[in-house]
């Protein structure tokens, strides 16, 4: 079945540390995006891309990073840089004229301890 | 900018009591506005896409409407299977981004 998979599910980061999140689609998308989740609060966009070796940052890019060396792949560092990164961080990826939006992955839930 | 305000915050139901949700939106010229349903913990799961004014979609229980201004989720005789948030996106014509309100979380009660 195609979809898109995060990984992991639950991460915790150190004070200090870097750290990074998976995605993987194997929709055959063009466009992939990061979004951040907090309590009450829409989503944030973070970084997107809608080719390889290409990015765009988004709203909230500040303390993260991406790459995009492949197609169906777009890992999300968060660094130190990052002050307030405990928050549910969901990838999303589409076909530009897709009439169905986003699909999105399962989201990866991280907190600073 | 894009703005999407989704209200009310949180709706509690009873199971066969009907109700609407709101989306109001902002945007230069719109693709598409999306709803989508997102279970606690999970990634948001594709409900509807409304490109015009006056276009409707429904599925199941649900109804989806817009205007030029906002968008109507009609949630008919709701079950608790319903319980959920539901997010409200728009999409400009210049762009593929989308930009999200914070949700509306259903509660419907047995």
């Known amino acids: 079945d195609g979809g898109i998979t995060q990984s992991p599910k639950y991460l915790f980061r150190k004070e200090g540390q870097n750290v990074t999140l998976s995605c993987e689609q194997n929709?055959?998308?063009?466009?992939m995006y990061w979004y951040r989740q907090d309590p009450g609060q829409g989503l944030r966009l973070i970084y997107y891309s809608q080719i390889v070796n290409d990015f765009q940052k988004g709203d909230i890019a500040e303390g993260y990073s991406v790459s995009r060396e492949k197609k169906e792949s777009f890992p999300l560092t968060v660094t130190s840089a990052q002050k307030n990164p405990t928050a549910f961080y969901l990838c999303?990826?589409?076909?530009?004229?897709?009439?169905?939006?986003?699909?999105f992955g399962s989201g990866t839930r991280l907190t600073v301890v | 900018e894009d703005q999407v305000t989704q209200s009310p915050e949180a709706l509690r139901l009873q199971e066969g009591e009907s109700s609407s949700l709101n989306c109001s939106y902002t945007?230069?010229?719109?693709?598409?506005l999306f709803w989508y349903r997102q279970d606690p913990g999970k990634g948001p799961e594709f409900l509807f896409t409304?490109?015009?004014a006056g276009e409707e979609k429904e599925k199941e229980r649900l109804k989806a409407t817009l205007t030029k201004k906002e968008s109507f989720l009609h949630i008919t005789a709701p079950k608790p299977e319903d319980s959920a948030t539901y997010l409200c996106?728009?999409?400009?014509?210049?762009?593929?981004?989308?930009?999200f309100g914070a949700g509306t979380t259903v509660t419907v009660r047995a």
């Open positions: 945007v230069s010229g719109l693709r598409g």
């Open positions: 929709l055959n998308h063009d466009a």
């Open positions: 409304l490109y015009s």
């Open positions: 996106a728009v999409q400009p014509v210049n762009d593929y981004k989308l930009s």
């Open positions: 999303a990826s589409t076909l530009t004229g897709d009439n169905y939006g986003y699909t």
